[in-house]
């Protein structure tokens, strides 16, 4: 049971990462209304593939909540289950008012759909987890009252994307999903980081600038988040002109262009601090190489005119790294505190 413990965590891990890559690909792809509404799809729990399932039928089954598009202008929801008649019968709708979008697109539809069933799927272990924590409640209470946490982390980040689409991908909301999905990387981390051990570490230096590093990429996350807005509206106003998407940008472009070189500066000290003290944090070298390839994929962004992935493979890695940085903190308090650990 205990491995099936760590092994269900390590997975959750994975799968909530491919939950933030699928979510770039929807921002890359101009797919978050893709689904009008939440958590089914157009009122259904398999999609429609093309757009005459949307068009009114006469004498066709409806359940309750699928939805018609009515004269390219409304989306309308039955209001039960009923048969329709020859002629549409509006006291059988109700006019869908949470948002005016009204646009069905296949490909949208159905990257928004997978992204949503890769969600559904990591709550999966997650949950299972959850209940094997809870039979370990008597001798390892931090890893219960954490799992139980990472459930309810979950559930809450559901309703953010309820409330992402209902306000038709408000900036600071999906600011906030992109923030909620590090935290959950960070509870899962820290069950994860319960099954290692390691030797005594004590140098505050070194504590101070890896929390220092973490915030500094959490800075960086929510700047690029709120850039990739900027970008989204530009995308509305002149469409996919990619060489005039980041012309007249705000200046929270460029701090989060300079916060780079800081948070490069101080991830080499630390680098260089692990190297000299023989600390043991290995994760390191990933993380100056990840800076580096993100770097990378910024300046293709900016002079080449926002290259096929480049957006996604920026968003992505900076979670990464985010992932590698918090599990070396803990890892760090882990040494120098008395915890009872799961053996395997």
Known sequence: MNKLFNRLTKTSLVLIYLVIIAGAIVRMTGSGMGCPDWPKCFGYLIPPTQESELLFTPFHDYSKDEMIILNSENLY???????????INLSNWSLYEKHDYVVYDPVHTWIEYINRLIGALAGIPILIFTLISIYYWKDYKYLTIISILTVLGMAFQAWLGKT???????????????????????????LIVQTKRGDFINNKLFKNLIIFSILLTLIQVVLGTQVREFVDEKIKSIGY????WLTDVPIKFYIHRTFSIIVLLVNFYLFYLNKKLRLGFNKLSYVIILIGIEILTGILMYYFDFPVLSQPTHLVIATIIFGLQFYILLEYLLRNKSIKQIEL
């Open 77 to 87: 929801t039955a209001t039960k289950d009923f048969k329709s008649n020859e002629l």
């Open 164 to 190: 992402v689409v209902d306000s038709n991908l408000s900036p600071y909301k999906i600011t906030i999903h992109m923030l909620m999905a590090l935290v959950i990387v960070g509870l899962i981390l820290s």
């Open 241 to 244: 002109d990619k060489a005039n």
